[in-house]
């Protein structure tokens, strides 16, 4: 059983398109984030929902957009997508929003044409 | 958070102990030393965390040195599955809210 998943796993688009990826945990856990691993590996956090509220927001332009819709859920929505949004997103959880055990997705390779 | 140095690269050969040593000499008391690692194309994985004490589970040991100021992940037995980039994170497990924040770790190389 996979604990945290990401759909789709690759994403390819154009310039100015909108698109999400989604996240859902099996965990039962009550907090998620949104992380971003750039071109040269450097992975950083985005965003991190505790029990559908927003409680993370790292200076992230808000053409991205997080979206809680229960707590087992954490879709990433992206506007106006330019090329420096190619990356690879990863979904986590952790049980708590204190605690750095955090368990991450696969992954969703994000390809800005 | 306290900030981390480690080594940018390491080989092991296959069935020996694998030692990742992480300097962190600007620890408070209050954070906890955290290893994860990244397997090529995969999410981070936690591996182990610690305080003061040394640490052991079924992946690795943290071996944490008595004035917090370093500390060595150790897989005991390397297999090549273990190739990956390992990071240290130095962070306190209070506060409103917690995020990892990941510097550019250790590529650890298992060979045959």
């Known amino acids: 059983d996979t604990a945290v998943s990401q759909t789709p796993k690759y994403l390819v688009t154009q310039m100015g398109n909108d698109k999400s990826i989604k996240c859902e945990q099996n965990l039962g856990h009550d907090t998620m984030y949104w992380y971003k691993q750039d071109s040269k590996k450097f992975l950083k956090i985005m965003f991190s929902?505790?029990?559908?509220?927003?409680?993370i927001n790292e200076t992230v332009p808000n053409r991205f957009s997080p979206k809680s819709p229960d707590k087992a859920h954490l879709n990433l929505h992206i506007n106006s997508l330019e090329l420096g949004d190619s990356a690879v997103y990863f979904c986590a959880s952790s049980q708590e929003p204190m605690t750095k055990t955090q368990y991450f997705g696969p992954g969703t390779r994000l390809l800005v044409l | 958070d306290a900030k981390t140095t480690q080594p940018t690269s390491m080989d092991c050969a296959e069935g020996r102990a694998a030692n990742l040593p992480c300097n962190h000499s600007t620890i408070s008391g209050n954070e906890y030393v955290y290893w994860y690692r990244q397997i090529h194309s995969q999410g981070p994985q936690y591996i182990i965390h610690g305080l003061k004490n040394n640490e052991t589970n079924e992946m690795a040991s943290l071996i944490i040195t008595e004035d917090r100021k370093s500390s060595t992940l150790i897989l005991p037995h390397a297999t090549l599955r273990d190739t990956a980039v390992y990071y240290c994170?130095?962070?306190?497990?209070?506060?409103?809210?917690?995020?990892?924040?990941f510097g550019t770790g250790t590529r650890l190389q298992v060979t045959l």
């Open positions: 929902y505790n029990n559908k509220e927003l409680i």
């Open positions: 994170i130095v962070s306190p497990n209070t506060g409103t809210a917690s995020k990892l924040t």
